[in-house]
């Protein structure tokens, strides 16, 4: 491609795009773009080809107005990721965008996607608009404040970060850069849960006294006597670890399970646990701040030498300013979130909603009560808002707020005792033991701010 020609093309998109949010606040309509215009289409890349690659990467793909140009990872391809017939990794990320390109146009073959094993060199291109940072947590903050200094839009999974400091980090970096950016809780695109969240602010179970947040417990993993493992060839271990502490090697500590470990991240507390607290803060209307104290209620922890760090049952007890009492605690079979008041119950889990009568369950909102942001899909929000600059669904302030829930709870349960949380300072009350836990050192020679 002639250079000029490509420069005055990405000019004249970027111009249109300027051009469109300020002349209109809601998304401009496909008409209007000629979405299948390449010159038109908002350029994606993928960092990160794990796990939830496989939800991610088809869901913005399928898109006419999105085209995926790169996938980055420093595993080139191998097994071992959630289930074992799982083949991820750089390589099979970027086939496979090729291959669904080739097949979307008829044509024999496609190479327009590009793999990358360092995430520098995707955020160094010109021509690529947005990222989708789909790594384990500890990589969530530095990506995204990198890609918002290099004018990058972003998607970051969740949880939205490794500690409280990160996410203030996020944070600054979004809103210095003017960047959009939607944290990956997606049960804020539920048509559900808004229905829950909107039964509760219009009182239908009267004052809310409790919610309760239902998470999953972990994976057994390798117990006592565990020992270390090979690099597998292809996969840049130490890049993998990055800003986090070295370990030695093993596959129960990377890919899937990475989870598992407090270095990387913070059990099911942040992981089902970010869904979960995610829909309570929505529910109770506390996007911008959270609870004041903090509580352990026995959460049970791996023995001594365990590869696995992280809470095996978590259990954790947080009061709002308000008087509201929130509970998080491991349940099984899954995942949910419920809400008890003076005039009864109602619950978001399996998927479905319940109620502790009809009434409550199937009451109508009318016009003139609080209705609350539609979103017609996650990702689709996202793109969404690239396009308009108005705020996504769940934009960075959400999350981290959602985020420092989990941290809070696991630093609450660490140290197995009440910590007193102020939610405007974003530090914990004369508490300079808890207060240490905030924030993470990064190994050199990884920084953030």
């Known amino acids: 491609m002639n250079p000029c020609l490509h420069a005055a093309t990405w000019l004249s998109r970027r111009s249109f795009l300027k051009a469109a949010a300020a002349a209109a606040p809601l998304a401009v309509p496909k008409s209007v773009f000629g979405a299948a215009a390449p010159s038109n289409r908002i350029q994606v890349a993928l960092i990160g080809c794990g796990n939830q690659s496989r939800v991610d990467l088809p869901s913005v793909m399928r898109f006419d107005d999105v085209q995926v140009v790169a996938v980055c990872d420093v595993n080139r391809a191998s097994h071992g990721y959630a289930r074992p017939e799982h083949f991820l990794g750089r390589e099979p990320a970027r086939d496979k965008v090729n291959e669904y390109y080739a097949r ?95 039964l509760v602010r219009n009182g239908r179970i009267g004052k809310v006294q409790r919610a309760i947040a239902i998470i999953n417990s972990s994976g057994a993993g390798p117990g006592p006597g565990w020992q270390p493992m090979p690099v597998p060839e292809g996969f840049d271990y130490d890049f993998w670890l990055g800003p986090a502490p070295a370990a030695p090697y093993h596959i129960d500590r990377c890919l899937y399970r990475f989870r598992f470990h407090l270095d990387y991240s913070g059990g099911q507390v942040t992981n089902t646990g970010a869904h979960a607290l995610d829909i309570v803060q929505w529910v109770l209307g506390k996007n911008g701040t959270g609870p004041v104290e903090f509580e352990d209620l026995g959460a049970v922890w791996p023995p001594p030498g365990h590869l696995y760090t992280t809470a095996m049952k978590s259990a954790f007890r947080a009061r709002y300013a308000d008087g509201i009492e929130l509970i998080c605690q491991t349940q099984e079979p899954g995942f949910g979130a419920r ?111």
């Open 339 to 449: 809400f008890e008041g003076t005039e009864g119950w109602i619950q978001y889990t399996a998927g479905k909603v319940e109620a502790s009568s009809d009434a409550i369950k199937d009451a109508v909102i009318g016009p003139d009560e609080i209705h609350l942001p539609v979103s017609s899909g996650h990702y689709r929000n996202w793109l969404d808002c690239i396009r308009s600059r108005a705020e996504p669904i769940e934009p960075v302030e959400a999350g981290h707020r959602t985020a420092s829930i989990c941290h809070c709870g696991n630093i609450a349960m660490r140290l197995q005792r009440r910590v007193q949380w102020n939610p405007e300072t974003e530090s914990f009350i004369q508490d300079d033991e808890a207060n240490r836990m905030l924030r993470r050192p990064y190994r050199d020679p990884w920084k953030i701010g």
């Open 104 to 198: 979307k146009t008829g044509a024999g073959s496609y190479r327009g996607c590009d793999c990358y094993a360092d995430f520098r060199e995707v955020l160094a291109r010109d021509d690529v608009d947005a990222v989708m940072v789909v790594l384990p947590d500890h990589w969530h903050a530095l990506v995204s404040v990198l890609a918002c200094r290099a004018g990058k839009d972003v998607y970051c999974q969740k949880p939205l970060s490794l500690t409280v400091h990160d996410g203030q980090q996020m944070v600054q970096a979004v809103r210095k850069h003017g960047r959009i950016l939607q944290t990956g809780s997606q049960y804020r695109s539920s048509g559900s849960v808004r229905r829950v969240a909107e």
